[in-house]
């Protein structure tokens, strides 16, 4: 691994790389560079979601070091100077692991992570905005808090702050949401129970709540058997005005907590059909028409990407995608994505959504009508060139067998390649692999967890961690293939890739995101990033770490 560090990019870019600009495609927006700054070395052996927060004049990263503890930088915008705060939590080998926060009205600041199935971890500040004075918070509510995983902020229809997390496993999860009251400043569930409840037997991935153009907050989620994600199942959807009561598409009433029994099921995929939880996605037509998007088999067994619309308060399917290919995917823990689905969005008058696969990837232009794709999107309509993402599938020529995981050492880290053939395969990093228990059952896996020919990041290895601010540009400079920089709606990737010609040659800079936020005048990325001239590229997990609307 690259020692490097953390940065935010700004006016000062030219010392580092050319940033010209930047087209975020679902907006319709372009953005220049504005500033470069360097924060701490962070922890590069595996993919965890960071967050960063800005209010006011103040700015907020939430990290894991290059010791992996829990990390909180506070700067103020016009001075590169950061104060740290280090929390007494250390992250394993778990991508579930991520770290978000969120400021109360108060201007307090609140922080969860590092769990998955774990007790609360929780932080609250004593004196608003003063990241010194973090303090843990060992209960909310006082039960139900001790397998929390996927913590979340969100404000509510009137400014409610809530902190919503799954309790229990994957297989054996409910999805609670607390409501927190500023003057006496303690915590209630929002609703009597959990809002979603696998009623022992399976859990809710959720997407959202989302709210949309039409003034409903929409929420969308597969149901999952068992921690192995082929057994997802049964996209199910429901909305609300106001968080507590929700009703299904066609306005009927539904008695919480949701459950696989009394819920709307928009398209019965059965387990091992095709469908996963983290490719779920929530759109809009012109018409503020919901639009809901995922992957699922098709009946030749190939992987589809379709669009469910709500149309005259009915669910009609739309499939997007004619592919020949099969992703077959399985296992628990962190699965590699082969497919990616964007949620569709109205672009400058067009109905756009990104997608990727191993073969392809781009931004569709969809018929309004049919929603298949008429051809693929070739500028934002700031007039930069919108670039399609790029693949994230590893190559490999090791033979596979599910028999006999094959082990391949690439630099400090190693591939674990598991299916049945090339185009089946799943690519883990050793680490995530054997830490997170994946196949523990396999005596195979066993024997090649415990080789001494596996090694790992050393705990001092460290990359940059860096914050990339953008500021709007009305006549944005159009890019080049040598320098150009480009978002695409509903990319799940989220990487940024650019180039610049220096002096001395070509160098290549990979930032991959952790956090994005945004606001009318500005947008700021948090990412990792590393120099190098070889292929490969970090892989981040961005965190939501803001509420609904301001992210």
Not at 169 to 189: C, F, K, M
Not at 402 to 428: F, W
Request: aromatic share 8%.
């Amino acid at each position: 691994m690259h020692t490097s560090t953390v940065r935010l990019l700004a006016a000062c870019a030219a010392a580092v790389i050319a940033f010209p600009a930047v087209s975020f495609g679902d907006a319709g927006e372009s953005y220049g560079v504005k500033e470069i700054v360097d924060v701490v070395p962070v922890w590069p052996g595996h993919p965890v979601g960071f967050c960063l927060l800005t209010r006011g004049a103040r700015q907020y990263v939430a990290f894991y070091d290059a010791n992996r503890q829990m990390t909180v930088a506070q700067r103020t915008l016009d001075r590169a100077e950061w104060t740290l705060a280090r929390l007494p939590e250390q992250v394993n080998w778990d991508s579930h692991n991520s770290v978000t926060m969120a400021i109360d009205a108060a201007g307090c600041i609140h922080l969860s992570g590092n769990m998955h199935c774990a007790p609360l971890v929780y932080f609250k500040t004593r004196e608003p905005g003063d990241i010194t004075t973090f303090e843990r918070v060992t209960s909310l509510v006082g039960s139900l808090e001790d397998k929390c995983t996927y913590p979340k902020f969100l404000t509510g229809p009137n400014g409610e702050f809530l902190f919503e997390y799954r309790h229990g496993s994957s297989g054996n999860g409910i999805n609670l949401y607390n409501v927190y009251d500023p003057a006496t400043q303690s915590w209630r569930r929002l609703v009597d129970g959990p809002l979603l409840d696998g009623q022992g037997e399976m859990n809710a991935y959720a997407t959202g709540p989302t709210l949309g153009p039409d003034g409903w907050y929409h929420m969308v989620w597969v149901w999952r058997d068992t921690p192995d994600c082929a057994t997802n199942h049964d996209l199910s959807y429901a909305r609300s005005k106001d968080l507590v009561h929700w009703e299904t598409s066609r306005g009927a009433a539904l008695s919480l907590p949701i459950t696989i029994d009394n819920g709307e099921i928009v398209d019965p995929v059965p387990p091992g059909g095709g469908i996963i939880n983290g490719n779920t996605r929530i759109g809009f037509d012109a018409q503020n028409r919901v639009i809901l998007s995922y992957h699922k088999y098709d009946a030749a067994g190939n992987t589809q990407i379709y669009n469910a619309r709500l149309e005259d308060g009915a669910w009609k399917h739309y499939q997007a995608s004619d592919w020949t290919q099969r992703w077959e995917f399985s296992g628990n823990g962190t699965i590699q994505f082969d497919v990616r689905v964007g949620g569709v969005s109205v672009v400058d008058g067009a109905l756009v959504q990104s997608f990727s696969s191993p073969e392809s990837g781009g931004l569709w232009i969809l018929d309004p009508a049919t929603l298949k794709p008429t051809g693929k999107a070739q500028r934002d309509p700031g007039g930069s060139v919108v670039a399609p993402p790029t693949s994230t599938t590893t190559a490999s020529s090791i033979p596979v067998s599910r028999a006999a995981p094959r082990i391949e050492l690439v630099g400090p880290e190693a591939i674990v390649k598991i299916g049945k053939s090339r185009a089946r395969s799943r690519v883990m990093t050793v680490p995530s692999f054997c830490d997170n228990r994946i196949g523990a059952s396999m005596p195979a896996v066993a024997t090649a967890c415990s080789s001494p020919s596996i090694t790992r990041p050393a705990r001092s290895s460290s990359e940059a961690l860096r914050i990339v601010a953008f500021s709007r540009s009305s006549s944005p400079t159009r890019p080049t293939s040598a320098d150009r920089v480009t978002v695409t709606p509903g990319s799940s990737s989220r990487r940024i890739r650019s180039a610049s010609n220096s002096g001395s040659g070509l160098t290549v800079e990979k930032i991959e995101l952790r956090a994005m936020c945004r606001w009318p005048d500005s947008a700021i990325f948090l990412a990792t990033s590393r120099r190098a001239t070889s292929s490969t590229a970090l892989r981040g997990v961005p965190s939501n770490c803001e509420p609904p609307g301001q992210t």
